[in-house]
C-alpha cells in the first residue's frame, strides 16, 4: 500500500507532465526544476528566439512576465492537488486546465542577460478557490531579474 508521500509524489507527477507539455512552456523551452506542494520552479536557456532586445541581447519582457505567470500557475496548482487525491489522473488534468490567472504584478528589477534561468515560486495563501503565489527570475549568477505576484483561480 503507498504511503501518503507516494500519493503526493503521484499528484506533483500529473502536474509536472501537465505543465512540461503545455505547447508554449515547450516554445518557451522550459524544464520543471522544482516541485513540491508549496514551491515550484523552471529553468531554461536564453536562445535568439527569446530576445527582446536585439542590441543589448536580453530577455523579452514578455518573456520574463509568460514564465513568472507559468511559475505561479504552476506553484498555485501544486498547492491545491492534495484536495484532488482521491481524484482520478483525467479528473486531475481536466482540473488543471481550468486554472487561470486572476490577477499579476510584474516588478522588472534589472535587464534579462544570461545564458540560464531558473525560476520560482512559492506561496503565500491557498483558499478552496483561490492561491496567491510570489515568483522570481533569476540568471546563472543568481541576480535577480524580476519578481512577481500572481492570484489563480484554483477552485
Not at 58 to 63: E, P, Q, R, S
Not at 126 to 133: Q, R
Not at 139 to 152: F, H
Amino acid at each position: 500500500m503507498p504511503d501518503a508521500q507516494d500519493e503526493i509524489d503521484a499528484l506533483l507527477n500529473i502536474v509536472r507532465e501537465v505543465y512540461e507539455n503545455l505547447p508554449f512552456n515547450r516554445l518557451l523551452g522550459l524544464s520543471v526544476a522544482n516541485l513540491k506542494l508549496d514551491e515550484a520552479g523552471f529553468h531554461f536557456a536564453m536562445r535568439n528566439e527569446l530576445i527582446g532586445n536585439a542590441v543589448h541581447g536580453i530577455l523579452h519582457g514578455g518573456v520574463i512576465s509568460a514564465v513568472l505567470d507559468t511559475t505561479g500557475g504552476m506553484t498555485a496548482t501544486a498547492s491545491a492537488i492534495k484536495r484532488r487525491q482521491t481524484r482520478s489522473h483525467d479528473e486531475i488534468t481536466e482540473w488543471i486546465a481550468r486554472i487561470g490567472t486572476i490577477d499579476m504584478r510584474v516588478d522588472y528589477l534589472r535587464p534579462g542577460r544570461g545564458a540560464r534561468f531558473q525560476s520560482s515560486g512559492t506561496v503565500m495563501r491557498t483558499g478552496n478557490k483561490v492561491a496567491v503565489t510570489r515568483m522570481e527570475l533569476r540568471n546563472e549568477e543568481n541576480v535577480m531579474i524580476a519578481v512577481g505576484t500572481g492570484a489563480y483561480i484554483v477552485g
